[in-house]
């Protein structure tokens, strides 16, 4: 995380708050909201700013105009090229973790819109549920350009071997009907009612206790490389913690007084 800083809202991300829910738009619609350096660093300090609100429980992730992320700018890395800038792994990711963006343990849910290619793929990979409009191609398209794509060493945990290759060795978009096939995407929908869909799963996560989420999210995602005794430790002592919470005292009361609870994430 300490590429990034925390950052007020930009011009190539906005950031709407809508009470709970926070909407974070790619917004470089002329450029179908590629990658280049100020997106990447202003999307970093939207997840920040969104990882430290007290008040915003859910982000959707979404873009502006007709595509979702078509990945890196590759005018802006041709132009560094021409200028002697020798291009590293560290402007994608880090030794510890093959990703571009902050680490959140809030939800994250992927409204993607039109194309999502090669880093734009690796923005929805970053969220933890993903819909998409019917006509949405999503790609990892790296190797037409001759370069790799660090997010998907990461994709035989969510996926089969044999889709990831099949995606990362033609390099060619598939339909968001095969995607979902896949098992990436969660859910298809006609593009006119995909904000519609992704706020209102927002809605129905944001009702819930939020320390809750939050564990259970950060216990999923670490013990993908554990075994049983170190997943079931890590359980142990996140569950313990939990039962310290005002809100894990707070959800039994509710339910005996027959009312909704007030979460307080603590």
């Known amino acids: ?20 829910v926070v909407v974070i738009t790619l917004n470089r619609p002329e450029a179908l909201n590629s990658l280049n350096r100020q997106l990447r ?37 041709a132009q560094d090229n021409a200028e002697g800038v020798q291009a590293r792994a ?8 093959p990703y571009m963006w902050p680490q959140t ?11 999502a290619l090669a880093g734009g793929w690796s ?11 019917e006509d949405a191609r999503l790609g990892i398209t790296e190797p037409r350009v001759g370069l790799l794509p660090p997010f998907a060493v990461l994709l035989p945990k969510l996926l089969p071997m044999a889709a990831v290759m099949e995606l990362v060795l033609t390099a060619e978009p598939v339909t968001a ?3 979902l096939d896949m098992g990436f995407l969660n859910k298809v929908v006609p593009g006119e009612r995909l904000m519609e ?41 996140m569950y313990d913690r939990m039962l ?23």
Not at 1 to 20: A, F, I, N
């Open 177 to 179: 009907q095969r995607a």
């Open 123 to 133: 923005v929805a990979q970053m969220c933890d549920i993903r819909l998409a409009s």
């Open 41 to 77: 660093r202003e999307l970093g300090g939207a997840i920040l700013r969104f990882d430290a609100d007290e008040d915003s429980q859910v982000a959707i992730i979404t873009g502006a105009g007709r595509a979702f992320c078509a990945g890196r700018d590759l005018k802006e890395r």
């Open 105 to 115: 343990w809030k939800p994250l849910i992927a409204a993607v819109n039109g194309y």
């Open 197 to 237: 869909e992704a706020m209102e799963m927002a809605a129905t996560i944001a009702r819930n206790a939020p320390l809750s989420l939050r564990y259970f999210k950060e216990m999923a995602y670490r013990s993908l490389d554990m075994g049983v005794a170190g997943a079931s430790s890590l359980t142990y002592h």
């Open 90 to 97: 560290a402007d994608s990711m880090s030794p510890e973790r």
């Open 244 to 266: 310290l919470t005002e809100d894990s005292k707070e959800g039994p009361l509710a339910f005996a007084e027959k009312r909704r609870p007030r979460w307080k994430g603590r």
């Open 1 to 20: 995380m300490s590429t990034y800083e925390y950052s007020d809202p930009g011009e190539t991300v906005l950031y709407e708050k809508r009470g709970d």
